[in-house]
């Protein structure tokens, strides 16, 4: 549990602006390391990615900056979530050492092209 809520605090910084300088910490899990979840501990996982993403404002981020990501989850369980994410590395093996909410964040991106996120 407290690995979750430490990433949540990562990740809702990482939703920032692009306007600002934002540095974005290592994450908890590896995308490869999200793959060898059990599918309860992913969906726990993604979903927790989301919640701490819709916290970003108390990091200072802008709600402007968070409609695209509110119009894509709407209506999302957890584990289309963990779905989402899990076929996003699926897709990019070589995406397996990175960081599995920078990878979260890819894959809502390609999720919702029509939505304009800010960021890399």
């Not at 934002?22 to 060898?36: P, Q, S």
């Not at 979530?81 to 076929?87: G, R, Y």
């Amino acid at each position: 549990m407290r690995k979750i809520l430490v990433a949540l605090s990562f990740v809702a910084v990482g939703t920032l602006s692009a306007a600002s300088t934002v540095v974005i910490h290592k994450g908890i899990y590896r995308g490869d390391e999200f793959l060898e979840l059990d599918s309860d501990q992913r969906r726990i996982y993604a979903a927790g990615l989301i919640d701490g993403m819709f916290l970003a404002p108390f990091f200072g981020a802008p709600r402007s900056d968070l409609k695209w990501f509110e119009d894509c989850v709407k209506g999302m369980q957890d584990d289309q979530i963990a779905a989402i994410l899990q076929k996003r590395l699926h897709d990019h093996p070589s995406d397996w050492r990175q960081y599995a909410h920078t990878e979260m964040y890819a894959a809502l991106k390609a999720t919702c092209p029509k939505a304009v996120a800010p960021g890399p």
